[in-house]
T-cell receptor, first 115, second 114 residues
């Protein structure tokens, strides 16, 4: 089955530690995205990538970093610089990022809790 | 600045009733309006979408109504079922649906009682 796999599903981190969230897709999509979801806040774009080896900051990129070395993979690192990292993180993909590309396909999310 | 305002924040409907969720926007450059449905512990999934050249789009029990002059659009769920209980997000995009320009509303938690 084609889809997006995020891991881990749950993650606990101590303050001051970096953590990397994994996102893998087998949909052969060019574009991938990371969103942050907080209760009552909707979905906010952290980073997106339209092609391998290229990525752009979204609305709330501070304290996060990404890489896109393979088409299938788009890992997100939550660094110690992120002031409020406890959240539900969603990875998504689409055929491309540009005009008329329609549907976003989401993974099941990773819930990060900073202790 | 919130570009897409969604209401209500939560909604309780009896089985068989009509669920209505409203969204309003300010940016007249928006030209693609999708709705996403999210079940607990899952990622959102596209439910239905509309472009501003039509005033209504229907897919089964789900209908989007679009009012360009009022800059509002709404989701109607007819004959609501307990299985429709989920969080619903409206969204808007410029550039003909460019996903990296997609702005989401804050979501509506729908509960359909049996």
């Amino acid at each position: 089955d084609g889809g997006i796999t995020q891991s881990p599903k749950y993650l606990f981190r101590k303050e001051g530690q970096n953590v990397t969230l994994s996102c893998e897709q087998n949909l052969n999509h060019d574009a991938m995205y990371w969103y942050r979801q907080d209760p009552g806040q909707g979905l906010r774009l952290i980073y997106y990538s339209q092609i391998v080896n290229d990525f752009q900051k979204g609305d709330i990129a501070e304290g996060y970093s990404v890489s896109r070395e393979k088409k299938e993979s788009f890992p997100l690192t939550v660094t110690s610089a992120q002031k409020n990292p406890t959240a539900f993180y969603l990875c998504a993909s689409s055929r491309s990022g540009g005009r008329g590309t329609g549907e976003l396909f989401f993974g099941e999310g990773s819930r990060l809790t900073v202790l | 600045q919130q570009q897409v305002k969604q209401s209500p924040q939560s909604l309780i409907v009896q089985k068989g009733g009509i669920s209505i969720i409203n969204c309003a926007y300010e940016n007249t450059a928006f030209d693609y309006f999708p709705w996403y449905q999210q079940f607990p512990g899952k990622g959102p999934a596209l439910l239905i979408a509309i472009r501003p050249d039509v005033s209504e789009k229907k897919e089964g029990r789900f209908t989007i109504s679009f009012n360009k002059s009022a800059k509002q659009f709404s989701l109607h769920i007819m004959d609501s079922q307990p299985g429709d209980s989920a969080t619903y997000f409206c969204a808007a995009s410029i550039g003909g649906g460019s996903n990296y320009k997609l702005t989401f509303g804050k979501g509506t938690l729908l509960t359909v009682n049996p």
